[in-house]
């Protein structure tokens, strides 16, 4: 995730952040968990984890954090809300300075037991006397919520640091069991198969070695999953660098890697335009899934200034099917394309209105409004079968009415955006972090759909709320999965 800073200071609290706190009462959990895609209590409400890496816990700043917010028919974080800190019972390890435990999550029920469990790194965690060596956590879902996890072990922890970066979970090889790909500081890419139990067994694990450059201190940018060319197998998406060598320029490169029989594999990949996030789903309703890809950096790749969405659609041979791109001046579209907007900073695929096709939520996060630098804005775009829709897009800003706080310099509304249907109603509901808000202390803004488009009544969950320390810079809302 990209980052601003603010030039403001947070007011400090004398509150330490303690592990585990739960905000208010869930209800009966269902006698039979629901087998949701991220519904942690099986009670049939997709659940959404926010992480807060930089928060202090115990003292310990940048220890880091991620707060679940579990779903309702009132919407995320309306009736429970959990937080989670490596001093929560049950959590491996223990929290210390500048862990970023949070900094990446993803979602998928990895023991099959019909609960939705949780992955999270803390990229800069000290394993030992190796220095910021990184380390991933599964916690696992049970009728009560997250409870009790287990650390993946990393099979070469003397030949990189950063394990546990970026990760994602999919099905690669079609078995029907959820695997487990993350990244450390290199070009490679870690799969543990699926049937990772509470023991800390897996299923097995394998190396891919991906197209992009490694180079010290550039980790890859993200990895993405999802099926793009419909074979029942799970495909990744690799944002990362290109060159030649560590020691020349480099530049941004994405890859397609698909699924097979065997698991991930570079055999058929194919690169892609440049960008630093994606989001795969079928956006056309053709039955192959879409890869949509953010490019905020003016000029990059011949990225108009401002920054642009591109989207490549998906067939069964996979990214094949053509190409469309989306900036603030696309017939439609809010706003105008000015440089340093950052459009396409943030991205999420999700069924809005209920239709069928994937409708596309966009973080602008340095957008500029009224005079008020990087204040942010959210830009919300329905698919059609012929692309997405030159009417109807909505912007959705800090001073939209209905939309909790105001537009303020350096805010960053639209630094992270998730669309998931947390109310149980077949519907995406969109979930916005502002996580440079308050001097990035962050807070987060629940919109729900109201069967057509996004309301932008929303409902704001910040640091009180969640249970964690004002203390540092917490960035509650940089990143999201459920």
Known sequence: MRSSLRTTLAVA???????GLLVAGAGAAAAVPAGLQGDFNGDGFRDLA??????????????????VLYGSPAGAGAQKIQTLTQETAGVPGSAEK???????TA?????ADGYADLAIGARFEDVGSDVDGGTVTVVFGSATGLAGGITVADPTPTRHDHFGSVMAAGDFNGDGKPD????????KIDVYRGGISKSGATGGRYTVTTQV?????HDIFNITAGNVNNDGRTDLVVDGYEGDSPGEYAYNANYYLPGSAAGMTTTGARKLPAGIVTDIGDTNGDGFGDIVIGNTWDGDGGVAKGGAVQVLYGTASGPTGGKDTITQDSPGVPGSSETGDGFGWELSLGDINGDGLQDLAVGAANEDLDGMADAGMVTVLYGTPNGFSASGAQ????????VPGASEKLDGFGGEVFLSDTTGDGKADLTVGVPWENAQDGVVVAFRSDGTKISTTGRSIGLTAAGIS???TPRLGANMSG
Do not use: M, R
Not at 98 to 104: I, L
Not at 180 to 187: H, I, K, V
Not at 213 to 217: D, F, P, S, V, W
């Open 13 to 19: 609290t004398a509150a330490a952040l303690t592990g």
């Open 50 to 67: 926010v992480s807060a890496s930089g928060a202090t816990v115990k003292g310990h700043a940048g220890a880091g954090a991620v707060t």
């Open 470 to 472: 004002t203390a540092g």
């Open 98 to 104: 500048a862990d970023a435990f949070g900094g990446h």
């Open 180 to 187: 487990l790909a993350l990244t450390a500081d290199n070009n």
């Open 107 to 111: 979602t998928a029920d990895f023991n």
């Open 395 to 402: 912007a959705i800003e800090q001073d939209t009415p209905g």
């Open 213 to 217: 450059l490694a180079i010290e201190g």
